[in-house]
């Protein structure tokens, strides 16, 4: 096991390659998804990414409401994350990442879709079969790993909000929705509807079949915490024989986490699945105030702490996929 501060890589730099062929399964949503698979494909093209499918906002909300479909907006940039590094590859990138802005002054039926959403949905009602849809998206753009969605139908995440609190309910009043939660700030009491929705048996196999298991970065309520809410994704993780992996976020104190530092974010995992143990937890320094307090945090789900520079140098809260792919490529190898 590798401890202590990892190497920075400039990210101007060169990763080498990594020859092992770790089969990897990353699990997560939204942007935070994104940046772990920008990293993994630098090391494997043994890599299948399970991606949520609650949400309900934007484009994937209207495709959603409209044609009772999954929700195909995180699916599409963890395939755009995966997209093979050639001129052929990133065009059709570009093409699934467009959206279409309606001329002023006229409310365009495609206004704010994304084309990739479309292409998406397309594929899944010519198809009749989510799974083989994403595959015939990734064969598009040359996708180095699979993408898959962790549930069979559309989810729905609830939670109680503390700031709406009142006598009568003393926990705050329920949100229901991936979009509106997200903006509400210290969540609590936090749900999938329906509870016990069939997960994708595909991803359920390629949990069980990884040699690591990646879980995070991303928004923690609605993109990393619903994976171990969903009954069979959640015995998988806890069974599985694949070492796991948590990625902390750079910004701890977003939004959706009001109020919470990096070690209530590990206490929110133990309460939510407490059956549920982690080898190592991958955090930046800058996001950890109080080190003794994580540490403490990290021990009580099983695991070892490695900090690693993994952020950019512009020193935004965003991963750098170069410095995130080193100090993934030192954990894997040393284990």
Known sequence: MYTGILPIIPAAGRLPAFESGVRVTAL??????????????LLTSNLTAVVTVADDGGSSGRLRDELGVLPPGDLRMALAALCDDTDWGRTWRDVMQHRFTSREGV????????????????????LGDTVAGLRWAGALLGARGEVLPMASVPLTIEGEVKSTADSLHPNGHVISGQARLAKAGEVSNVRLVPQDAPACAEAVAAIHAADWVVLGPGSWYTSVLPHLLLP????????TTAKRLLTMNLDVDDQEAAGM?????????SRYAPEFGVDVVLADPVSVADVDGFTEAAAMIGAE???????????????????????YRDIFGDN
């Open 261 to 269: 530092d990096a070690a209530d974010h590990l206490k929110v995992i």
């Open 305 to 327: 702490v490695v900090f690693g520079k993994v952020g950019n140098s512009a020193g935004k809260p965003v991963h750098d996929p170069l410095r995130l792919a080193a100090a």
């Open 107 to 126: 409310a365009g039926s495609l206004d704010n879709h994304a084309l990739g959403n479309l292409l998406i949905v397309t594929l899944w009602e010519l």
């Open 232 to 239: 069979e994704l959640r015995t998988a993780l806890c069974t």
């Open 28 to 41: 997560g949503g939204g942007h935070g998804l994104s940046a772990s698979l920008s990293a993994l494909r």
